[in-house]
């Protein structure tokens, strides 16, 4: 069995934001040379997100305001922020994104469907922050 | 390391539905032959989901109002849909109920608790769209 | 490659709880020899999750409110219950939250960033459930 690792760093100029780390991927699993196996792509931080959907501006804005509903920014309504943080928004976002996708590698490649994209979602962005690739496989 | 790959088709008759496949993975590891590894199970689809819950009609029909209430289809609402799509509501639903699980494999069974079984959640059907049951292991 | 597999056993006092799972997975990496490869950990009842978030007590409580509004225990309101079940906002609560996390082992270690921590949530507690460790790698 073989294993890959490589780190992603990311420092978004919006507070929320989506990422397109496909390429990225690509390349660390060409760089692994792993042919069979499996591919986990996770956040590192417990305010963002890697997640697998469809790589559209519109999508993306709607994830957005459909977020800010279900979990408002709002500085006095979370507990969380009164240990002096204002991301306790981001760690809610971040479970109904998800924290990480796990993808099939066949025959060297990421065995993905038409449309799937991988994402770097940020939900407390303006610093770095990292992504773990990590492949497993011969 | 050995590794094992099956594709499973859909096509539901209704635009939300949910279908046990537990077994097909269960199938798809029997042809493997392999008995201490990983299944992954994925939807190909980014408007769909692949789930572990209970194989209760009722549930299914909570989950059917409760995510329409979170996420309406509403045409007009979502930016998305200005492409010519009238999907952003499935996009949405699928990260609530997510692509994929991974599942132990122990003994050439599925490791699984007393209740668990593995969903097909469409959220956007009435054509073909696959899943994708990719095992490692020995 | 190498497997291990633990499973951990909780009863929480609470209907709904979060319990810090961090050292238990430690100890079950410990114990495996494995060095390099993926963990799965994931909960065995589809009332519960296993996730990755803040191990911040206002946060918790955060959790428990914002998924009461999401998803209300209130008996009456979902057709589960006519099964005689009362839990069903259980089931839709841990679609939100998750039922598994996948983390890379490197060096012998979960491989983390600077805050993760694993957590088993109980959304029907007060009897005894699992959750399950799988370990694979060299």
Redesign the interface.
């Known amino acids: 069995?073989r294993?890959h690792?490589k780190e992603l760093w990311f420092e978004t100029a919006e507070r929320v934001a989506f990422v397109n780390i496909t390429p990225d991927v690509d390349a660390a699993l060409a760089a692994s040379g792993i042919r069979?196996?499996?591919c986990?792509v996770?956040?590192?931080?417990?305010s963002a997100s890697v997640?697998?959907?469809?790589d559209?501006r519109?999508?993306h804005?709607?994830?957005t305001t459909?977020l800010e509903q279900?979990?408002p920014y709002d500085r006095s309504r979370?507990?969380?922020?009164?240990?002096g943080e204002d991301n306790?928004d981001s760690?809610?976002k971040?479970?109904?994104?998800?924290?990480?996708?796990?993808?099939?590698v066949?025959c060297g490649r990421l065995?993905?469907?038409?449309?799937?994209q991988v994402f770097y979602g940020e939900f407390d962005g303006r610093r770095r922050k990292?992504v773990?690739v990590?492949i497993?496989?011969?």
């Open positions: 069995m294993s690792r069979e196996g499996l986990l996770n956040a590192m931080h417990i997640f697998i959907n469809d559209e519109g999508l804005r709607d994830f459909w279900l979990v979370w507990q969380h922020n009164r240990t306790a760690h809610l971040r479970q109904i994104m998800g924290r990480e996708v796990v993808i099939a066949t065995d993905f469907g038409p449309w799937e990292r773990l990590k497993i496989g011969e």
